[in-house]
């Protein structure tokens, strides 16, 4: 008998991933087992307590990872740069369950997977973001795209769902195999695939003009780009976004951006540091296509929801700005900025979600007229998140940008700050155009929509929008600590 | 017995991969664009065990086989739309898809 050798595997570097695993086996277990009237519920309490049990381990994992370190054969970083990640992602997570406890008579008939599948992809998010190697790298990316093209199409009766699930699948798809692909490339090159050992052999076989390096190099940012949904590998966002059943929309605008940049920025700074001067230029022109792109098509949008799936590729390129900037305010940048951006994409689905229920269609932006007064909480909520979605104080937004601008400028490159400022003035015309059709409009342009009786108790939802509320001022206000956490998690990054 | 350089290899695996690249951009039924993703896949595949041969290890050849069964339950997911949208008598055609636009 021969003995195998197995890593040591540091089961508290893996705890949120295997709370919200089990969370989503029971789930499952839960649509099986319980009467199918009861299975809405069981499926929501079991992802919400994955979910909420994830985050607080994710916390633990925060404070006990001062040392950066990398476990269970090297794969996994146990680092509080993936600690923080994990916690935004399992905050998004519990908001996202909140959201979709409404949709309750409409996915009824498969509560019990829907939950199972949301945990599934929290699963493979926060996987995702400790990864350390090329091949976690992509079976976590796989492992919560394929959950989420699943959640698009939950809602089988609808050609729009059907439509959006199929779509992302096939770009996602191409995406992943370019991604792939890029990763057997730097395999290729260096004959490594954990990231530090890429780094290495790069710089101890002087591989920094190696074209297989490059071409890989370049098809892994392709295919982030793709996950990040970052312009131009944006097409498959504002039809996704539309046609998934909203609450999902919620979570993949939130979870996906979150985790799809965390992760673009630890592979980049942490593999390819000789490359520097390559992916800092690719990734700073990705920014100026998708801000660029971004604002100008949000521009025309009726459709709220495509607005808002616009507005969330600019944001990438807000985002993608701290990346280019390949220093440790951009890393600081990039963690807080995703905290305000994470509430107020939430909640901004989640006013839709109900503005759509109310409605029984998609929402245009002459459909919000009268919702400021009818439902003064959504309201006032989502004329903060527009608000904070351009950048305006009071909200974390601001600070948001403002740390990004300065990541630029300490890099040098003034530029890219300029571009980031007009696209910014640009936005607020569709940001204010929302705001404007929630308030100011003279009672001869409202059309008030009868919605048939008053607007249906949604307990749970209403909290999760306040929730994001709170988040969104409080991170203005709270910008200090916040800031601090996101610090000590940069400082982990070898930039 | 030593078999081709690496290179061939490799110039095998990316006409896979652009031969795959192509079918996904112009073909318009759904099923051929999953078979297409998949051939990229495959590209992918065979980069990968070529080079873990190239380098004299087993990293390579293992991601192999946990693409391999990534790459099976993407299938598994696509043709359940498909599925459900023949259910439904969609046109199987990717360019007919326009339910959702603007």
């Not at chain 1, 969370?23 to 979910?51: I, K, Q």
């Not at chain 1, 940012?221 to 498959?236: D, E, N, Y």
């Amino acid at each position: 008998m021969i003995a195998a050798t197995t890593p040591k595997v540091d089961w508290f570097a893996l705890a949120p991933v295997l709370a919200l695993l089990a969370a989503s086996g029971l789930a499952l277990l839960g649509a099986v087992l319980v009467p199918r009237r009861r299975a809405h519920g069981v499926g929501g309490v079991f992802a919400a307590l994955g979910f909420a049990v994830a985050f607080v381990l994710s916390a633990l994992l925060y404070v006990d990872s001062g040392e950066a370190r990398n476990v269970v054969a090297e794969a996994i970083a146990r680092d509080r740069f993936a600690a923080l990640a994990q916690l935004i992602v399992c905050g998004a997570g519990l908001l996202a369950v909140g959201i979709s406890w409404s949709e309750r008579p409409r996915v009824e008939e498969h509560a019990g997977e829907y939950y199972a599948l949301l945990a599934a992809a929290g699963a493979g998010m926060a996987f995702l973001v400790a990864a350390n190697n090329l091949m976690v790298l992509f079976l976590a990316l796989e492992w919560f795209s394929i959950s989420l093209y699943v959640l698009s199409a939950i809602r089988a009766d609808r050609v729009e769902s059907l439509e959006a699930g199929l779509k992302y699948l096939i770009v996602g798809g191409f995406g992943s195999a370019a991604l792939l692909f890029g990763s057997a490339l730097v395999y290729g090159s260096t004959g490594e695939l954990m990231f530090g050992r890429i780094a290495e052999a790069t710089r101890a076989q002087g591989l920094e003009s190696d074209p297989l390096l490059l071409a890989g190099l370049a098809m892994v940012i392709t295919g982030l780009g793709f996950k990040a949904s970052a312009a131009p590998f944006h097409m498959w966002t504002p039809d996704v976004y539309d046609g998934a059943p909203t609450p999902v929309t919620a979570f993949m605008s939130a979870a996906t951006k979150t985790v799809a940049l965390v992760l673009a920025m630890r592979v980049l700074v942490a593999a390819f540091p000789q490359l520097d001067e390559f992916w800092t230029l690719a990734i700073a022109a990705i920014a100026c296509i998708s801000l660029a792109w971004g604002n100008l098509a949000a521009l025309v949008q009726r459709n709220v929801k495509r607005m808002l799936a616009y507005s969330s590729i600019s944001h990438a390129g807000f985002m993608l700005i701290a990346i280019a900037a390949n220093n440790e305010l951009g890393g600081r940048a990039l963690l807080y900025y995703l905290i305000p951006y994470s509430a107020m994409s939430l909640g901004a689905f989640a006013v839709l979600a109900a503005r759509e229920r109310e409605l029984g269609r998609a929402v245009a932006l002459d459909d919000l007229g009268g919702l400021g007064w009818e439902r003064p909480l959504l309201g006032l909520s989502l004329w903060v998140f527009m608000l904070g979605f351009a950048g305006l104080p009071l909200t974390g937004g601001f600070w948001g940008k403002f740390l990004v601008f300065s990541a630029a400028v300490e890099r040098g490159w003034t530029w890219l700050v300029i571009v980031g400022v007009v696209a910014t003035a640009v936005s607020l015309y569709y940001y204010l155009s929302v705001v404007r059709a929630l308030y100011m409009r003279s009672d001869l342009e409202v059309r008030l929509m009868p919605a048939g009786g008053s607007p249906p108790r949604e307990g749970l939802l209403q909290a999760a929008v306040a929730a994001c509320l709170a988040v969104t001022v409080g991170s203005f206000f709270a910008v200090q600590p916040l800031t601090d956490l996101a610090e000590a998690a940069a400082k982990q990054l070898p930039f | 017995m030593r078999g081709p350089d690496v290179t061939w290899y490799l110039a095998v695996a990316g006409t896979l991969f652009a031969t795959g690249a192509l079918g996904v951009l112009l073909r318009r039924s759904p099923l051929i664009v999953l078979l297409s993703i998949e051939i990229m896949l495959n590209g992918a595949n065979l980069a990968l065990i070529a080079f873990a041969r190239a380098h004299g290890q087993e990293d390579g050849q293992i991601f192999a086989l946990a693409v391999m069964a990534v790459a099976a339950s993407e299938v598994v997911v696509g043709l359940g739309l498909i599925v459900a949208m023949a259910r439904r008598r969609l046109d199987l055609d990717v360019d007919k898809l326009t339910a959702l636009r603007g």
